[in-house]
């Protein structure tokens, strides 16, 4: 080609078909035989041909582009969002645009400009707060639109996808509670968001119902460094708890940076129970018991929901709620286990009935 651009006529021509073959192909809008779409495939490879996208919103008036917003892709939950929803979109011909608004309001409002200013088919977006982003209003009914993780419990006006936060929270403090332990820190990161307030929810009312005193939440924020300096700070201020819930996987960081500069153990005598569930968590010396929320089945559910709206779904804004799960590790000290000497451990007191009034947690910042 000495040099020159390949062209659909280039592919059409070394696969012997059409050019209209070759277009339906690479935007799914017609279905082609599988015979004839290997053929096409092979020749483009052959040509090393890179569809030109702008050229085909211009032709066909509609963009293979979806949008994609996180708060922060140095979060591994994010990245790992946004590879599971690049994965979808390629499969179905589509491209994603991804954009960070750094967990930053402003921020936040000129990402989603840009995002917008391509037309893109859809968006998919964690907002940084409860509220639709300020840009986006005047979009919501014209702009397929789906909001994950962050999402009020009670609803959105477009379709939502997020993990049942106050059961997560809850499963992390029954299993420390069945262990025996009673004197339990539950780290955060920003208590301005609402899955992360209902996370505490959860966790903060069987705590209190068990203990009788009121839990103590210190908020970290999402940045790990930073974290682990407020952590350590509180550490060296206050009584040693026997345990920590840690309810992001920033947070989980931050606790265990925080205990190891103070040279504290886990699980003894400190146990841990952190969220999210990555490999590093497993590969420790002390593995880490964990929340795990179904990052892979999120992304599916937003992904499908988005494709439904693209596709013309005019049904009211659905509210998809996923189940979290315990992978049970070495990280958590059994209180309520005799001890190596022989004599009874004390007996925790019951745990508490399910239906329990609302707690109100302490928080520290």
């Given at each position: 080609?000495?040099?020159?651009?390949?062209?659909?006529?280039?592919?059409?021509?070394?696969?012997?078909?059409?050019?209209?073959?070759?277009?339906?192909?690479?935007?799914?809008?017609?279905?082609?035989?599988?015979?004839?779409?290997?053929?096409?495939?092979?020749?483009?490879?052959?040509?090393?041909?890179?569809?030109?996208?702008?050229?085909?919103?211009?032709?066909?008036?509609?963009?293979?582009?979806?949008?994609?917003?996180?708060?922060?892709?140095?979060?591994?939950?994010?990245?790992?969002?946004?590879?599971?929803?690049?994965?979808?979109?390629?499969?179905?011909?589509?491209?994603?645009l991804v954009a960070s608004s750094r967990d930053d309001?402003?921020?936040?409002?000129?990402?989603?400009?840009?995002?917008?200013?391509?037309?893109?088919?859809?968006?998919?977006?964690?907002?940084?707060?409860?509220?639709?982003?300020?840009?986006?209003?005047?979009?919501?009914?014209?702009?397929?639109?789906?909001?994950?993780?962050?999402?009020?419990?009670?609803?959105?006006?477009?379709?939502?996808?997020?993990?049942?936060?106050?059961?997560?929270?809850?499963?992390?403090?029954?299993?420390?509670?069945?262990?025996?332990?009673?004197?339990?820190?539950?780290?955060?990161?920003?208590?301005?968001?609402?899955?992360?307030?209902?996370?505490?929810?959860?966790?903060?009312?069987?705590?209190?119902?068990?203990?009788?005193?009121?839990?103590?939440?210190?908020?970290?924020?999402?940045?790990?460094?930073?974290?682990?300096?407020?952590?350590?700070?509180?550490?060296?201020?206050?009584?040693?708890?026997?345990?920590?819930?840690?309810?992001?996987?920033?947070?989980?960081?931050?606790?265990?940076?925080?205990?190891?500069?103070?040279?504290?153990?886990?699980?003894?005598?400190?146990?841990?129970?952190?969220?999210?569930?990555?490999?590093?968590?497993?590969?420790?010396?002390?593995?880490?018991?964990?929340?795990?929320?179904?990052?892979?089945?999120?992304?599916?559910?937003?992904?499908?929901?988005?494709?439904?709206?693209?596709?013309?779904?005019?049904?009211?804004?659905?509210?998809?709620?996923?189940?979290?799960?315990?992978?049970?590790?070495?990280?958590?000290?059994?209180?309520?286990?005799?001890?190596?000497?022989?004599?009874?451990?004390?007996?925790?007191?019951?745990?508490?009935?399910?239906?329990?009034?609302?707690?109100?947690?302490?928080?520290?910042?």
């Amino acid at each position: 080609m000495h040099g020159a651009r390949v062209t659909i006529r280039d592919v059409a021509a070394r696969a012997g078909v059409s050019t209209a073959t070759v277009s339906n192909v690479f935007s799914g809008n017609k279905p082609v035989n599988a015979e004839l779409r290997e053929r096409v495939l092979k020749a483009a490879e052959e040509l090393a041909y890179q569809v030109d996208r702008a050229a085909s919103q211009l032709r066909s008036g509609q963009a293979r582009v979806v949008g994609v917003l996180v708060p922060d892709l140095d979060d591994v939950f994010f990245t790992s969002l946004v590879s599971q929803l690049e994965v979808l979109a390629q499969k179905d011909g589509y491209d994603i645009l991804v954009a960070s608004s750094r967990d930053d309001l402003g921020l936040e409002q000129s990402r989603l400009r840009t995002l917008l200013a391509w037309r893109p088919s859809g968006l998919i977006a964690v907002p940084c707060s409860d509220a639709v982003p300020d840009v986006l209003r005047g979009e919501v009914g014209r702009l397929p639109i789906v909001f994950a993780d962050r999402v009020p419990p009670e609803g959105s006006v477009v379709d939502t996808v997020a993990i049942d936060n106050r059961e997560a929270g809850e499963i992390a403090a029954r299993h420390l509670l069945s262990k025996g332990h009673r004197d339990i820190v539950v780290t955060a990161s920003s208590l301005g968001i609402s899955p992360i307030r209902e996370r505490i929810r959860g966790a903060c009312e069987l705590i209190k119902a068990a203990s009788g005193k009121e839990p103590t939440v210190v908020e970290l924020g999402s940045n790990a460094d930073r974290g682990a300096a407020t952590f350590l700070h509180w550490l060296e201020r206050h009584p040693q708890p026997s345990a920590v819930i840690a309810l992001t996987n920033v947070t989980t960081l931050s606790t265990l940076s925080a205990l190891a500069r103070l040279r504290i153990d886990i699980p003894d005598p400190v146990s841990v129970v952190g969220f999210d569930d990555y490999p590093w968590m497993s590969a420790r010396k002390t593995g880490l018991t964990a929340i795990r929320q179904p990052i892979a089945e999120i992304a599916d559910v937003a992904w499908r929901r988005l494709r439904a709206r693209m596709s013309g779904d005019q049904a009211p804004p659905d509210r998809s709620v996923l189940q979290t799960s315990l992978q049970v590790r070495d990280s958590v000290r059994d209180l309520a286990a005799p001890a190596a000497d022989g004599s009874e451990a004390r007996n925790p007191d019951p745990l508490p009935n399910p239906e329990r009034p609302t707690a109100s947690p302490k928080a520290v910042h």
